[in-house]
């Protein structure tokens, strides 16, 4: 099965692989080789492929998958493999976020707070797994 | 016969505009190998986004493409009409000086006008070239102007945004790019594309036999295909023409380093040819004044 990871800058990712699992909107997917055509939003999170022995794992933030029986196309706004992640910047922005958060200013963009931490988060655990 | 003092120089002057040629030559080549980078590393994204979405669109087709609830389309961007209206953005550079690339777009433009002449066709220009060539002849419904200097997302999204608006709104019915696609640092390569309606895969790919295109792909949705298709489009628009201005840009930089290295290669042979003429003329002075005095010396005895 091929997976192939790209976001508007750059081709991350076009490989081989034997699963791979993905952070869709609605939950985690895990996918094999013939699984059933699909669509879906990505959701921030981890991708986790598989390949012979080896495991690699990359952040994502938002953007789609399609999954066809012998392909994998991921389209991401952004991704990172694990080990190009700006831990530091990252958790920078995990903390504004809380504090935005928990400020509870009135000019505060809840959503945008939300869904920044969570990217934060993503990539977080991206690195540290 | 130009005196030795005119040639002189002619000369002085061919090599002042040869150093600026040359200093052109290296600034373009310099600018290429940034634009190049980003063009190559932008088009995968686009690709597959392009590929999806027309496996997507066929998916859907098949299936009407309507909401079930309302029997309402499912974006105003799938909807498709009689083709009366059309739309052409037509990419140039800012500045001219690199060979053939700007008359080439304004060449294949007219060429669009006149084989669709039938249709009311609308027209914006991104660059400065294309708008101040086209704003004579034409109205045109918008243009972006000096924003090759350094291409960014941002302008695609303003772009596409207006490109969206007038295809929604029926101003459009068909939306066409025209830019040059970079090939290689020697060839750029002309294109026309269309960018709205999204097409379904064409039957004429049937000979392909492992084509998973050939025939409609049955999704299954973790979201709803509307809700899906509602950021999808204007994403792909936006990436579409975001890459069309890369080509167009690395295309224009590709294009005046080989004009400008072809300018120094002629000033440089100019030069040579003057050197030579200016010798030759100095060589027959000095043999007349021989002469003279020779016969002169020779009266005396």
Redesign the interface.
């Known amino acids: 099965m091929k997976l192939d990871i790209a976001t508007p800058d750059r081709l991350l990712v076009s490989t081989e692989i034997d699963s791979v699992e993905i952070p869709g909107k609605a939950g985690y997917l895990g996918i094999l080789p013939q699984h059933a055509p699909l669509i879906s939003e990505l959701a921030p999170g981890t991708i986790e492929y598989k390949h012979g022995g080896s495991t690699e794992k990359l952040a994502v933030s938002w953007g789609y998958v399609e999954v066809l029986p012998q392909q994998v196309s991921v389209l991401a706004e952004t991704a990172e493999k694990a080990a190009e992640i700006d831990v530091p910047r990252a958790e920078a922005a995990k903390k504004r976020a809380e504090e935005r958060i928990r400020s509870g200013a009135k000019d505060v963009d809840l959503e945008r707070c939300m869904a920044s931490l969570e990217r934060a988060v993503a990539r977080l655990q991206t690195a540290k797994s | 016969m130009p005196s030795l003092i005119d040639l002189r120089r002619r000369i002085r002057s061919v090599k002042n505009t040869q150093q600026i040629t040359k200093a052109m030559k290296m600034m373009s080549a310099a600018r290429l190998r940034r634009a190049q980078e ?1 063009v190559i ?2 088009r ?2 686009a690709t ?2 392009r ?2 979405l027309t ?2 669109v066929s998916a859907l087709e098949a299936s009407g493409a309507m909401d079930p609830q309302s029997e309402e389309p499912l974006h105003p961007l799938l909807v498709k009409r009689p083709v009366k209206k059309m739309l052409v953005v037509v990419l140039g550079g800012d500045k001219g000086l690199a060979g053939a690339f700007n008359a080439n777009v304004h060449k294949a433009a007219l060429n669009f006008l006149r084989d669709y002449e039938a249709k009311q066709i609308d027209m914006i220009t991104v660059g400065r070239k294309p708008r101040d060539f086209f704003r004579r002849r034409r109205d045109l419904v918008g243009d972006w102007a000096d924003i090759f200097a350094k291409v960014k ?1 941002d302008d695609a999204r303003a772009i596409a945004k207006e490109i969206i608006k007038r295809y929604v709104e029926g101003d459009a019915d068909e939306v066409h790019l025209i830019y040059n696609e970079f090939r290689s640092v020697l060839v750029q390569r002309l294109t026309i594309e269309r960018l709205l309606p999204i097409e379904a895969p064409r039957e004429e790919k049937k000979d392909e036999k492992k084509d ?1 295109n050939a025939q409609p ?7 709803p295909p509307k ?2 298709l509602a ?2 489009l204007p994403r792909y628009v936006e ?1 579409q023409v ?1 890459r069309a201005l890369l080509e167009s840009s690395a295309a224009e930089h590709a294009a005046r380093m080989t004009a400008m290295d072809a300018a120094s290669k002629n000033a440089s042979e100019m030069i040579d040819r003057l050197t030579l003429n200016m010798n030759r003329i100095r060589q027959a002075s000095i043999t007349r004044e021989i002469i003279e005095i020779v016969s002169g010396a020779a009266a005396l005895e």
Do not use: D, G, T
């Open positions: 980003r590393s932008a995968p994204y597959l986004m590929q999806f496996r997507l997302y998973p792909v049955e999704y299954i949705f973790e979201q809700e899906l950021s999808l990436v975001f």
